[in-house]
């Protein structure tokens, strides 16, 4: 495969139309493989430039893809795409090609691997380094009821900094079972990787001597295959063993118990089909090392291969060029808000420091990075470490600024009660993604940090309704707590309120009615206290006239207020965007419960199931959580019509 970017393919030249299933690839030359392949990349591209979606991950592995499918017998033997935002051809070559035009829709085929979608999908995916721990699990069932098939964990370089993944494969070493890792190594996260695993691969690649003798190595494995005696066979074997370990970086691997193979050109079908053909044949845990370039095929993606990670869609498929008609710029992102505050707050104080788990540029921590480059920690994607490193930081004076995803913080909760909570250290969770995120669905919403969060002691948690109010939340967070504090906020656009340069403390636990009424409370927290506003003005228009609080805090939550809002309403509603399961609505209920008259509480917020994917407006109506079905369930828990 060339640089160059493929050429459309015709309908009636095209080989992909006659592929429905892995079975159908079986039967081609390689020639016609490369066909499929060059196919496949088009047509990644053309969807992705259609309906948007993860991108330059799936253009990377259309070789690996092909070849695993025409190598090992899936759905017998299992493939497990560590994160899934790469398994876009691996969909196509299962018989979605045409469902793949609903990719991420509502409705549609999810954007990751999921077991309820195909049989081909052999786990469900969407947070990295997990790929290996099911694998592994799925190995040690093969082997317990005899079975025979083949276990497939295919991991990027990023995912492979996790914890979870060197647990696996420290696992693997013991259990010995028949399991192929594909460390698919293309030196980028969604920014670039970092840590000393990355110095470690790229040596591997750099490695002169150990490729000079890679060669002699592989076909010391192709020897084994034959019919070599077996003092042979032991001796090879030796000779192999002393070599890799004088040479192979990959010892690292080999060391916890995976024999390590590679690198090879992963975007070489031919020594792809011949590598993974050898490591079919091996009984026990090995890695093979395949190099790729992230974004391969697509010049603008190769170039860029950050930006084009994912892509909302709308482009040239040739240069890469926006196409949408231009939009108006909206109000600023909460994130770019939240960034650029704590870059403000951060070159007058030495103390703060921030960290993200390999989420610079979605956190927009990217502007710290930028600025104040020492004390800017990516750790990889490596929550758990994230949140004790955090508590290190605190407990040396410094005041970390962990901003993490609210879904991928829950990778942290341990960390958080007994590293951070036990000892009241000062960290400060910036939680971002709070809430619905879209088109990601159930692996991505930000569903359950305030039921997780809010029976922690010592934890202040605030959620801000715009962004001046999170700026005010982030200095309050810095200078007015001395303990754990959390401020969770959404992903996207703010109000577009105007921004003020002065920084003002919120008093701890305080909220404020934003519009008297009475009869009815509506209680929210974080932006969706615009939605409990447009709320009450429907209901206004049914000849009521509810209250609206902004709590601001649902940790600790701002009982003084509940008191005076009872004095004024008989029913309270809570609207959150948090699972209806331990969140402020559970908070509230849980303090009207400890008083001696008791209010009806109603709670609208996320329900106790896994939302999918889908557009936010239809998310949103899905889980009664727009403003047409609040109203409605307003309607039926509140009988009285006070004006
Ligand atoms: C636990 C967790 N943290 C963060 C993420 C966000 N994330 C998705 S893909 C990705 C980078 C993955 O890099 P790599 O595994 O090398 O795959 P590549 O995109 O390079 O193919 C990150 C950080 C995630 N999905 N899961
Ligand atoms: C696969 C993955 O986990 C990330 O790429 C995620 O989809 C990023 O989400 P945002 O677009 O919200 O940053
Ligand atoms: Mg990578």
Request: glycine content about 10%; charged content about 20%; hydrophobic content about 40%.
């Amino acid at each position: 495969m060339e640089d160059s970017i493929p050429v459309p393919v015709s309908q009636e030249s095209s080989i992909l139309a006659s592929i429905h299933s892995p079975e159908d690839l079986k039967k081609l030359s390689l020639e016609d493989l490369q066909h499929v392949a060059d196919e496949c990349r088009r047509e990644v591209i053309n969807l992705v430039a259609q309906n948007g979606g993860h991108f330059a991950s799936s253009l990377g592995v259309v070789e690996l893809s092909v070849a695993l499918h025409y190598v090992y017998n899936s759905p017998r033997d299992k493939i497990v795409w560590d994160v899934g935002h790469q398994a876009y051809i691996h969909k196509i070559l299962t018989g979605r090609r045409e469902s793949m035009k609903t990719n991420r829709q509502y409705g549609g085929l999810a954007g990751f691997p999921r077991i309820f979608e195909s049989p081909y999908d052999a786990f469900g995916t969407g947070h990295a380094s997990t790929s290996i721990s099911a694998a592994a699990g799925m190995a040690a069932a093969r082997d317990l009821s005899g079975g025979t098939e083949k276990m497939i964990a295919v991991i990027g370089d990023g995912s492979m900094t996790g914890g979870m993944a060197f647990e696996a494969m420290n696992h693997l070493g013991d259990t010995k079972s028949d399991v192929l890792v594909i460390l698919n190594d293309n030196q980028m996260a969604i920014s670039p990787s970092t840590g000393g695993l990355k110095t470690h691969l790229v040596n591997i690649a750099l490695n002169k001597t150990y490729n000079k003798t890679r060669k002699f190595i592989w076909n010391s494995i192709s020897l084994l295959n034959n019919d070599l005696g077996d003092t042979a066979k032991s001796l090879v074997r030796k000779l192999e063993d002393g070599i890799k370990a004088a040479f192979t970086p990959g010892a690292f691997f080999e060391a916890l118990g995976l024999r390590y193979f590679g690198p090879i050109d992963g975007h070489n079908l031919e020594q792809l089909v011949k590598a993974l053909k050898e490591m079919q044949e091996l009984p026990h845990p090995k890695l093979l090392h395949v190099v790729t370039t992230k974004g391969k095929g697509f010049k603008p993606a190769e170039e860029n291969q950050s930006k084009w990670h994912a892509h909302n869609g709308g482009f040239d498929t040739t240069t890469g060029k926006t196409i949408v008609t231009a939009q108006k710029a909206g109000p600023p992102k909460y994130q770019e808000v939240f960034g650029e505050t704590l870059v403000e707050l951060a070159l007058k104080d030495p103390r703060i420091t921030a960290i993200t788990a390999a989420m610079p540029s979605g956190t927009s921590l990217d502007l710290f990075q930028n600025a104040l480059p020492n004390r800017f920690f990516d750790v990889g994607i490596a929550e758990q470490h994230a949140v004790t490193f955090a508590a290190g930081l605190a407990i040396q004076g410094f005041k970390p600024v962990c901003a993490i995803y609210s879904t991928f913080l829950q990778r942290g909760y341990d960390q958080i009660i007994h590293d951070v909570a036990q000892q009241n250290l000062h960290v400060v969770f910036a939680i971002d993604r709070a809430g619905l995120v879209g088109e990601d669905g159930p692996t991505h919403h930000g569903a359950f940090d305030l039921s997780f969060l809010q029976p922690i002691p010592n934890f202040v948690i605030m959620a801000p309704s715009d962004e001046q109010e999170l700026r005010n939340m982030l200095y309050t967070a810095l200078y007015h707590v001395t303990g754990p504090v959390a401020i969770r906020y959404p992903r996207g656009n703010g109000t577009g309120i105007a921004l003020n340069k002065t920084l003002i403390p919120l008093e701890i636990g305080k909220g404020r009615i934003i519009r008297q009424g009475n009869g009815i409370a509506l209680l929210a927290a974080g932006p969706l206290v615009w939605r409990a506003l447009e709320v009450a003005e429907a209901l206004q228009k049914e000849g009521m006239n509810p209250l609206v609080a902004d709590m601001r805090f649902i940790k600790p939550l701002d009982t003084e207020l509940i008191e005076e809002i009872a004095q004024q309403v008989t029913h309270l509603v809570v609207i959150e965007e948090n699972s209806m399961i331990g969140g402020l609505g559970s908070g509230v209920i849980d303090y009207i419960n400890s008083r001696k008259s008791k209010i009806p509480v109603l709670k609208t917020g996320l329900p106790d199931a896994f939302v999918t994917h889908g557009s936010m407006e239809e998310l949103y109506r899905e889980t009664g959580l727009d403003v047409v079905g609040i109203t409605k369930s307003i309607k039926d828990f509140y009988p009285g019509n006070v004006t």
